[in-house]
């Protein structure tokens, strides 16, 4: 039977001790790391023991620190694999922390996300497995075996879950890896604070970004599946259809995320033609997004495939007012479907992603006549409580 959290409203009876395990966690930079920090800080912060285990993915790294009430403890690689690690710590601190949590939340996808699961069933522990997106690896013989030990891993740890969580129905019904288990799927929207803005932030942006009379934003990680290069091609098509219109493209995100040097070559190159257009503003933090959004008038979301499974990043413009444009993938087009604040195109073409914008350029308020409902339907609160009535 597929269940579906609905109006998230599980307070709970009892304070209990939670492991969110995740490959990558701050201070890296991505949509998943991003949905399980606010998880896991508001979930502290009404009272339950919160630990994250990890990877210790720089040498700096401390083993374990606490932040904003989150124990953080980190297991040293001896090997990277692709984007993944090899670790023997991984597997003590596995152990002993499925041993001393109640509930042990694995995120995936995750290489070693199964050994904490297996751990946590032979402990008795209530497991709950978030499918957060796919993974697609560039296209190579290594790539492709990586890949099909990442798969069988996520499989045997759906398999061991009491409950799999996923953001919407619509991505679970699309993913081959999920359909065998919808019959102990809930569906959760991601965590999505209303963002704020800043006039001291708003400043700093606008003099990064220079003179322009209009602003298309991007607000994502310089990687392959983020398709940021079908925006960037598009560019000589909005300059027929805007004549005489200073546009830039900004870009906020990290510059250098992990297994993506080749496609930073490809992004280079399309940089040194369009130059004059494009300007890259690093990376953000979470806190000052509202001040980016505010200086844009279309945020656009050119993602190529199933890595992208929601897109937290088109919710946060629309609850700032902002119109979007986003490529039409299973889950990821649930917003603009809710809302109406934007327009859906096929992936990986440009001529549509153009059209969509001057259309939205051209007519801003139709697409900004439901932008205060956003904040209801993506209500932060009832997605905590809704995790929250997972393992209460």
Not at 257 to 270: A, H
Not at 296 to 320: H, I, K
């Amino acid at each position: 039977m597929v269940t579906t959290i609905e109006p998230y409203d599980h307070p709970a009876i009892f304070f209990v001790r939670i492991l969110f395990t995740i490959t990558y966690f701050t201070p890296y930079v991505s949509g998943l790391t991003l949905c399980v920090t606010r998880l896991a800080e508001a979930i502290a912060g009404r009272g339950h023991t919160v630990t994250v285990l990890t990877m210790k993915h720089e040498s700096k790294l401390r083993p374990q620190e606490t932040i904003r009430a989150v124990r953080i403890v980190r297991a040293a690689p001896i090997a990277r694999l692709s984007k993944g690690f090899l670790s023997f710590a991984w597997l003590r601190h596995a152990w002993r922390e499925a041993r001393d949590h109640d509930v042990i939340i694995v995120n995936l996808p995750q290489m070693e996300g199964f050994l904490p699961a297996l751990f946590g069933k032979l402990f008795g522990k209530r497991i709950v497995a978030i499918y957060h997106c796919e993974v697609i690896l560039p296209d190579s013989f290594f790539n492709q075996i990586v890949q099909s030990f990442l798969e069988i891993s996520n499989s045997v740890t759906l398999l061991f879950a009491d409950r799999v969580v996923t953001y919407t129905r619509d991505f679970a019904r699309h993913s081959r890896i999920l359909v065998p288990y919808l019959r102990k799927a809930v569906y959760i929207y991601p965590p999505v604070p209303a963002p704020k803005s800043s006039p001291s932030v708003q400043k700093r942006l606008r003099a990064k970004i220079g003179k322009a009379d209009v602003v298309i934003g991007v607000a994502a990680r310089l990687a392959a599946e983020k398709g940021i290069e079908y925006l960037f091609e598009a560019i000589p098509l909005l300059k027929l259809k805007m004549k005489n219109v200073n546009f830039k493209i900004a870009v906020a995100g990290p510059m250098e995320p992990v297994g993506e040097v080749e496609y930073r070559k490809k992004i280079r190159t399309l940089v040194e033609r369009y130059k004059r257009h494009i300007v890259f503003l690093g990376t953000i933090k979470p806190g000052e997004m509202g001040g980016f959004y505010s200086l844009l008038d279309v945020l656009v979301l050119p993602s190529v495939n199933s890595t992208e499974a929601f897109g937290m990043v088109q919710v946060e413009a629309m609850m700032m007012g902002v119109p979007v444009v986003v490529s039409d993938l299973p889950g990821v087009r649930v917003p603009i479907q809710k809302t109406g604040m934007g327009i859906l195109v096929p992936p990986r073409n440009s001529a549509a992603l153009s059209d969509a914008i001057v259309r939205i350029i051209k007519d801003p308020d139709g697409f900004r006549l439901h932008h205060n409902d956003t904040a209801r339907i993506f209500q932060f609160e009832r997605t905590v409580e809704a995790y929250e009535g997972l393992f209460t």
